[in-house]
């Protein structure tokens, strides 16, 4: 198990575990994930983490077919500008390796936004904590356990 399955199973999120093969040869996991798993790109979405003003960590999760649109994070979260954070120190804040962060059981709780548009949806897939595991499950409960809101924030 994974942080992120024990954190929803203690919470006692309603939650659906799905693996698939991982190919180390993949450049996109996200979009590995929603292909290997017959699943519409825009239902999958990705957890990016970003730095909001140069000092405040922030996670921003998107569809893994857009692009996370940094401008728009820093407004949703009350900064001017964001930039995608170090690669060494998402691993070291989240507990997760790149291409398997989750936004569910991180080391550190972080100020988290989910595209709007994941609410279109009954439910969206995000990382489980390991390459080729995600979890599926409601949007407002992704929310409620990651204490996330809502905005605009994937680029079009």
Known sequence: MTPAINALKKA?????????????????Y?????????LDPQRVFK????MVDNNTMVVGIVPVS?????KCLAAACGGKRADMADK??????T???LGGVSPIGQRKT??????????????????????????????????TITR??????AAT
Do not use: C, P, W
């Open 12 to 28: 006692k999120i309603a939650h659906t575990v799905h693996t698939y093969k991982h190919d180390s040869s993949a450049t996109s």
């Open 30 to 38: 996200g979009l590995e994930a929603a292909e290997k798993m017959r």
């Open 47 to 50: 957890t990016l983490v970003a």
């Open 66 to 70: 857009r692009s996370l649109d940094l």
């Open 88 to 93: 060494q120190k998402v691993q070291r804040v």
């Open 95 to 97: 507990g997760y390796v």
């Open 110 to 143: 972080l100020a988290t936004v989910i595209d709007s548009s994941a609410n279109n949806f009954d439910s969206i897939f995000v990382s489980a904590g390991k390459r080729g595991l995600e979890v599926e499950l409601n949007a407002g409960d992704l929310a």
């Open 148 to 153: 996330a809101t809502f905005a605009a924030i």
